[in-house]
């Protein structure tokens, strides 16, 4: 009984609404984008309007935690919704938040930078890496084959991450 009781929950409900968008997304994940497209505004969006039931319902909550989640998803509910207009825009900001996180663990060391000139070496050199990183190359590597090949003058053009003319030992094994 205590597992019917948990099970028909809002909180419990809630989850699994969301839950559900997160399986959806992953089923429709190789889809063409204009499947995306179809799937979204129907199976997605009927999955959204559960969940806005839910809040509506529950706004008034006493939960601590839950009215929280609430008023955050009230808050934003059309930023959350944002991913249904376009099979392009992911359903979750993962790859933004791990992309910040970057600067985050840097942090200190740009508290060392004391010229304007050097933070802005840093920021491009920092550019350069994460743009590495998003097209597959193995950052390391890519550095130091840029750097000879300007060096032997290169056009710069030619070394950029996403350059067809890149070597293939550049990209990350796996």
Not at 31 to 50: H, M, Q
Request: one cysteine or more; a negative charge; charged letters at 30%.
């Amino acid at each position: 009984k205590i597992r019917e009781v948990k099970n028909e929950l809002p909180q419990v409900e809630l989850l699994e609404q969301i839950n559900k968008l997160f399986e959806i997304e992953a089923k429709i994940e190789d889809y063409e984008l204009s499947d995306i497209s179809k799937v979204r505004n129907s199976e997605s969006a009927a999955v959204l309007k559960k969940i806005k039931d839910i809040c509506e319902r529950n706004k008034k909550t006493k939960i601590d935690k839950f009215s929280e989640a609430i008023k955050y998803i009230t808050k934003y509910w059309d930023e959350l919704c944002l991913f249904l207009s376009d099979p392009c825009i992911p359903i979750h900001n993962n790859q933004a938040e791990r992309t910040v996180g970057y600067f985050v663990q840097a942090r200190k060391n740009f508290q060392t930078i004391c010229s304007d000139e050097s933070a802005i070496v840093n920021a491009s050199l920092f550019t350069i890496c994460m743009t590495a990183e998003a097209n597959g190359l193995d950052v390391e590597k890519y550095i130091c084959y840029a750097l000879e090949e300007l060096h032997k003058g290169v056009n710069a053009e030619r070394l950029l991450p996403w350059s067809e003319d890149l070597p293939n030992s550049l990209l990350i094994e796996g």
